[in-house]
């Protein structure tokens, strides 16, 4: 690494030495939670689409958790918080896009 | 004209980053960012066949396939943690607690491996299979799954697929990190380990045939360790660090969404 590269990965080793410990812990168990909450769902039989919506929903909050925390992009700079984010979900938009009205023409009218 | 002095120098120490980091980790987030669009496809190509097929869609996963799914995940949650534990021991100096939390993440990612492994095995061998996948002699008859590939293609079509793809990025994981941790010192320990799971495993195992990676996995490690060998400082373990919990992530999205919407679970 050149003496640039050099200096902004000491910068940011010295920012991550004042993160707390604890606060990762506390990430862990509300990430094993979430997933506890998840299976005990699965047992109780519910209506899929009510399931699947509830299921995503944590999927969501637990990916955000170890993104945020995990991948210490809570730490980062705005710009890199939302060119990153911004690019990423806007293609899972497109796909969804694409994905629900020909999933909904399949529920509707059956696959021919 | 006067002359004039133009300045070619190198960049200064403190000219500010676009995204206020190093180039390794960009290019690391990058690559995450594509490779979330590859899954993405993965989980909607699994969602389309799943709505488009209906009632004849496969619930395969008994109490016992939810029960070691959740291992699973408690698996890869507790190598994030570890992960992250390592990152700290090594923006700390301390290399001698960075190796142990390596080593730990290493476990844990063998230890959700091998578990999907014996999940795909036990699959297989109640014919839910590729026709690609060697056939497990004497299961044929009284298979609980045997005409699944036949009636429902795309249910083991996506099934393997998506967590076939998630297993190797996590077998890949499981190389790099043991290549930051240990070095050189890692090739032969993966060499090893091939010839156990290819030597002591039967041809229709998919321990069998999937070991193979270790062996690609050693080459192309033994090849960059040869062309550039170097010792990893805090910003690699930070950057191998992003790719392992990006694994983690994709599973919080694939457990839900394959095992646990596809579970068989019988009313007490």
Redesign the interface.
Same mark, same amino acid.
């Given at each position: 690494?050149?003496? /640039? !590269?050099l200096? #902004?990965?000491e910068r940011?080793? *010295?920012e !991550? =030495?004042h993160?707390k410990?604890a606060q990762?812990?506390w990430v862990?168990a509300a990430?094993?939670v979430m997933?506890a909450i998840?299976?005990y769902? /699965?047992?109780q039989?519910m209506p899929?689409a009510k399931? $699947?919506t509830i299921?995503?929903g944590?999927?969501l909050i637990?990916?955000a958790l170890?993104?945020g @925390?995990?991948?210490?992009l809570r730490y980062?700079?705005s =710009?890199?918080k939302w060119?990153?984010m911004c690019?990423?979900v806007g293609? &899972?938009i497109l796909?969804?896009i694409f994905?629900f009205p020909?999933?909904q023409r399949?529920?509707t009218l059956g696959?021919k | 004209m006067a002359d004039t002095v133009v300045s070619h120098d190198?960049?200064? %120490?403190? *000219?500010p980053?676009?995204?206020? /980091?190093?180039?390794?980790?960009?290019g690391m987030?990058l690559f995450l960012?594509s490779d979330?669009?590859t899954f993405?496809?993965l989980l909607?190509a699994y969602?389309?066949g799943r709505?488009? #097929?209906g009632a004849t869609w496969q619930t395969p996963f008994h109490s016992a396939s939810?029960i070691n799914a959740?291992i699973m995940?408690?698996f890869l &949650?507790?190598s994030?943690?570890t992960? %992250?534990?390592a990152? =700290?021991a090594?923006?700390?100096h301390n290399a001698k607690m960075q190796t142990l939390w390596l080593l730990a993440t290493i476990a844990c990612g063998a230890g959700f491996v091998i578990l999907h492994g014996m999940e795909w095995s036990k699959l297989i061998a109640e014919g839910l299979t590729l026709p690609m996948f060697p056939a497990v002699p004497g299961h044929e008859a009284n298979a609980e799954f045997v005409n699944v590939t036949k009636v429902v293609p795309q249910f083991p079509a996506t099934f393997f697929t998506l967590t076939g793809m998630h297993m190797l990025h996590v077998t890949l994981g499981i190389i790099y990190l043991g290549v930051v941790a240990l070095r050189r010192k890692f090739i032969p320990i993966l060499v090893g380990l091939w010839l156990i799971a290819w030597l002591a495993t039967p041809s229709y195992s998919p321990f069998h045939y999937g070991a193979h990676v270790l062996l690609l996995g050693a080459i192309v490690c033994g090849i960059i360790l040869w062309l550039k060998p170097k010792v990893y400082?805090?910003?690699d373990v *930070?950057v191998a660090?992003?790719y392992w919990? @990006?694994v983690? $992530?994709v599973w919080? @999205?694939i457990?839900? #969404?394959v095992y646990?919407?596809s579970?068989r679970?019988l009313?007490t």
């Open positions: 690494m050149d003496a /640039t !590269q200096a #902004l990965a940011v080793a *010295e !991550q =030495r993160h410990m990762f812990f862990w990430l094993l997933t998840e299976v769902l /699965t047992y039989n899929p399931m $699947l299921l995503m944590l999927s637990k990916a170890i993104i @925390f995990f991948m210490h980062e700079i =710009r890199m060119i990153t690019a990423v293609c &899972l796909m969804t994905f020909d999933a399949i529920i696959v | 190198v960049p200064s %120490v403190y *000219e980053s676009l995204f206020g /980091t190093y180039s390794k980790k960009i987030w960012m979330s669009l993405g496809a909607y969602s389309y709505i488009s #097929l939810i959740t995940t408690a &949650l507790t994030s943690l992960m %992250v534990l990152v =700290r090594s923006v700390q400082d805090s910003s *930070e660090g992003l919990h @990006f983690d $992530l919080m @999205f457990f839900p #969404l646990l919407m579970a679970i009313p």
